[in-house]
């Protein structure tokens, strides 16, 4: 099963920040928090993955809390193509990618 | 950005025929590739793992003899779907890791729709 949870659903301004949360509050201590997101009929993409520490790419931000139960993906800037549906995901060592439900953004104009 | 290139990306086929997937890394050695399906509406469901050179790891509920995957090189695996029924009709994507200490991300091929008449 996986090992996070997302609401189902979003909406975002274009132009506004868009800020996807994750809960993981099972996530053991070698377990890195993942993000992907999937646009219809296409494979994931990668967007950014962390840790601990809070990371930062060209594409999105990822803050992670202290206690690392929850992390936050945020978009800084949302356009159009970024509606997808993202995916949260936490694994380690085991090279298994569990995938759960997801959280569908739509972007509005 | 590495590359995983899977094909092909659409096929349709008669019931009791097999179709093979292909999938292959580009620019990268893969030691470990993992097959999903997809229904629509639905999350990607891992199928099995699979290593260079050694058998496939088939999660619960996934038939091994109905799913057979090859992984005889370490940029090329291959799912094929035997006797294909309606059933089976679903997005299949597989994804591929290269070596290291464990924690690169995987890096997804574009899926292939298999529609089963």
């Known amino acids: 099963d996986a090992k996070t949870t997302q609401p189902p659903s979003m909406d975002c301004a274009e132009g506004r920040a868009a800020n996807l949360p994750c809960n993981h509050s099972?996530?053991?201590?070698?377990?890195?928090v993942y993000w992907y997101r999937q646009i219809h009929s296409q494979g994931p993409q990668y967007i950014i993955h962390?840790?601990?520490n809070n990371e930062t790419n060209e594409m999105a931000s990822l803050i992670i809390t202290e206690d690392r139960k929850s992390s936050t993906l945020i978009l800084p800037h949302a356009t159009l193509r970024d509606t997808a549906v993202y995916y949260c995901?936490?694994?380690?060592?085991?090279?298994?990618?569990?995938f759960g439900t997801g959280t569908r953004l739509k972007v509005l104009a | 950005g590495a590359v995983v290139s899977q094909h092909p990306s659409r096929v349709i086929c008669k019931s009791g025929t097999s179709v093979k997937i292909e999938c292959r890394s580009l620019?990268?050695?893969?030691?470990?590739m993992f097959w999903y399906r997809q229904f629509p509406k639905q999350s990607l469901m891992l199928m099995a793992t699979?290593?260079?050179?050694?058998?496939?790891?088939?999660e619960q509920g996934v038939e091994k003899d109905k799913f057979l995957i090859n992984h005889a090189s370490l940029t090329l695996s291959t799912l094929t779907v035997t006797s294909a029924h309606p059933e089976d009709s679903s997005f299949y994507i597989c994804?591929?890791?290269?070596?290291?200490?464990?924690?690169?991300?995987?890096?997804f091929g574009s899926g292939t729709q298999l529609s089963v008449l």
């Open positions: 620019d990268f050695q893969a030691t470990t």
């Open positions: 099972t996530i053991s201590g070698n377990e890195y």
């Open positions: 962390g840790l601990k």
């Open positions: 994804s591929a890791r290269g070596a290291g200490d464990g924690n690169e991300k995987l890096f």
């Open positions: 699979s290593n260079e050179g050694s058998k496939a790891t088939y």
């Open positions: 995901i936490v694994t380690s060592g085991t090279y298994k990618y569990i």
